[in-house]
Every structure is written in C-alpha cells, then in structure tokens.
C-alpha cells in the first residue's frame, strides 16, 4: 500500500470515528436531560459538525487529534456529577462498539471473501477503523484534563480539588500532547491498547495476531 492510499484510508476513518465519538457525548447527555449538544447540531454524524482542522490533520498525520468539545450543561442532569461521567464516558464506549463492529466486519471477510484490490482497500479500512477507535478510546480513557477520564474524575474527587485542576486544563493538554509525541507514553498506552483489543477480541472470537498479519501479508503482494 502506498504512503498516499495509507493516509487517504485514515482520512476516511477519521471521518468516521471522530464524529461517531462526539456524537456519542451529544446522545448521552440529552437522554440524561441535557439538550444543549442537541441544539447546537452536534447530534449529528455529520463530520462537519465536529471537526477541528487543526486536530483532524493532527490525528491523521500524527495520530493523536482533537474535535470541538461537546458543550454540556450540568445543570440540566438530574445528578450533575454522575450526568457529566456518564456524558464523557459516552465518547470512548462508542469508540468501541465502533472497533468491534470493524473487527467483526474483518473477521468476516476474512473467512468468506475473496481477495482482490477492492476487498484489499475494504479490509484495510476496517483494518484501521479497529486500529484509530481502540486508540481513540484508550487515549481519552486517560484521567487528565482536558480529555474524557477526567471527567470520570468528578465521580471520584472533592468538588474544589477537581475544579482546581481544571484551572490548568490548557496547559496540561499541551504537556499531555508532548508526552505523546515525544513517545514518553508509548509504554503504557501499548498496554492499554492491548487489554482492549484482548476484550473486544474475545467477544468475537477475533482470529489471532498471526494469521492476522499473514492474512495482510499476502493481501499487501495484490496491491
């Protein structure tokens, strides 16, 4: 596969998995009462709706991105702690099903169709839709602001302590996007990342890495 049609297939997973992500958040809140996302279009699967371009080109050429945050009101949820968790845990869940479903796809052709250049560009797309929600998901897992785990924080932490954090979301964020270009998380997100592909490879009964990588192997001589 060319470098072109690589970054061309991330493109149209980005398309994909960023606005199903925020999507996710708009759809959570306003089935726990907050309206907010809704009324500003963001419940939409539309990718315009949710892009950034800056942080689009960033998860497509560097693999770590952002979208326009989802705005919420937390006075709008009938437990504004839990409201605001579930909202942001919403992001990442979605994520997953989104991987799970490619997975599933993949496995499917990988027992029943033929290979051939378009089946090849078919599987490598779910190749990488698996790949970007699984690390989309894993990525915003991380309990630091401004990404989804710290707001799965709030549950846990006293109001003024989290609060405070959040004082400093902006600068965090950076020293967060540093660390993971300089590769300083490399480690633990490879961890991460694997006991997710282990969950969701077990709930479809994923075929192993081996075969997996054999499979892409010989589809990689037809292109």
């Given at each position: 596969?060319?470098?072109?049609t690589y970054y061309i297939i991330r493109a149209l997973v980005a398309l994909v998995a960023i606005p199903f992500?925020?999507?996710?958040?708009?759809?959570?809140?306003?089935?726990?009462?907050?309206?907010?996302?809704?009324?500003?279009?963001?419940?939409?699967?539309?990718?315009?709706?949710?892009?950034?371009?800056?942080?689009?080109?960033?998860?497509?050429?560097?693999?770590?991105?952002?979208a326009k945050p989802v705005s919420t009101d937390p006075r709008n949820f009938k437990n504004p702690k839990m409201?605001?968790?579930?909202?942001?845990?919403?992001?990442?869940?979605?994520?997953?099903?989104?991987?799970?479903?490619?997975?599933?796809?993949?496995?499917?052709?990988?027992?029943?169709?033929?290979?051939?250049?378009?089946?090849?560009?078919?599987?490598?797309?779910?190749?990488?839709?698996?790949?970007?929600?699984?690390?989309?998901?894993?990525?915003?897992?991380?309990?630091?602001?401004?990404?989804?785990?710290?707001?799965?924080?709030?549950?846990?932490?006293?109001?003024?302590?989290?609060?405070?954090?959040?004082?400093?979301?902006?600068?965090?964020?950076?020293?967060?996007?540093?660390?993971?270009?300089?590769?300083?998380?490399?480690?633990?997100?490879?961890?991460?990342?694997?006991?997710?592909?282990?969950?969701?490879?077990?709930?479809?009964?994923?075929?192993?890495?081996?075969?997996?990588?054999?499979?892409?192997?010989?589809?990689?001589?037809?292109?």
């Amino acid at each position: 596969m060319s470098q072109a049609t690589y970054y061309i297939i991330r493109a149209l997973v980005a398309l994909v998995a960023i606005p199903f992500h925020e999507a996710g958040h708009a759809l959570a809140a306003w089935l726990l009462g907050d309206d907010t996302a809704k009324r500003q279009g963001r419940l939409s699967l539309n990718p315009f709706a949710h892009f950034d371009l800056l942080g689009t080109l960033c998860m497509i050429f560097a693999g770590v991105g952002w979208a326009k945050p989802v705005s919420t009101d937390p006075r709008n949820f009938k437990n504004p702690k839990m409201g605001m968790a579930l909202t942001a845990l919403a992001g990442p869940v979605a994520n997953m099903i989104l991987a799970y479903l490619a997975m599933v796809l993949w496995k499917v052709m990988y027992y029943w169709a033929p290979v051939s250049q378009g089946t090849v560009y078919i599987a490598y797309f779910l190749k990488y839709m698996a790949l970007m929600n699984v690390s989309l998901a894993v990525f915003n897992f991380i309990p630091v602001p401004p990404l989804d785990g710290s707001r799965i924080l709030l549950v846990l932490l006293p109001q003024r302590l989290y609060f405070g954090l959040m004082r400093y979301e902006r600068y965090i964020m950076i020293a967060l996007l540093v660390a993971v270009w300089s590769g300083a998380l490399d480690t633990p997100l490879y961890y991460l990342n694997n006991a997710v592909w282990g969950l969701l490879g077990a709930g479809t009964g994923y075929i192993d890495r081996i075969a997996y990588a054999a499979y892409y192997a010989g589809m990689g001589a037809v292109v």
